[in-house]
């Protein structure tokens, strides 16, 4: 399984941008699907997270009300909307894939089992 992101840029701050990840060698509706994570000098952490059939979603408490996941399993790609971008948002943004889940909080505490290179989303002041 293979994840490509993109979608990431440079934004001042109050502004939106979609974040898109494609899952390739297998079919999406096999996996749940995430993002997460990693500002400067700072752990990876957990951002949102959706199950498989898109039943179940996920957000960091920072995010709500944010940030929307959603995903099209006849694409393959996992979205990511952001708005009113903070400052605090800047970070590379990595997706990630897990195998069969159902509820999208198994991600939160046990992260994913695939992952794909980041995407840069520096927000300015």
């Known amino acids: 399984v293979q994840l490509q992101a993109s979608g990431g840029g440079l934004v001042q701050a109050g502004d939106s941008l979609i974040l898109s990840c494609v899952l390739s060698g297998g079919t999406s509706d096999s996996y749940g699907l995430g993002w997460f994570r990693q500002g400067p000098g700072k752990e990876r952490e957990f951002v949102a997270s959706i199950s498989y059939n898109g039943g179940s979603t996920y957000y960091l408490d920072s995010v709500k009300g944010r940030f929307t996941i959603s995903r099209d399993n006849a694409k393959n790609t996992v979205y990511l909307q952001m708005n009113s971008l903070k400052p605090e948002d800047t970070a590379v943004y990595y997706c990630?894939?897990?195998?069969?889940?159902?509820?999208?909080?198994?991600?939160?505490?046990?992260?994913?089992?695939?992952w794909g290179k980041g995407t840069q989303v520096t927000v300015s002041s």
């Open positions: 990630g894939a897990k195998d069969g889940m159902v509820v999208a909080l198994d991600a939160y505490y046990n992260g994913m089992d695939y």
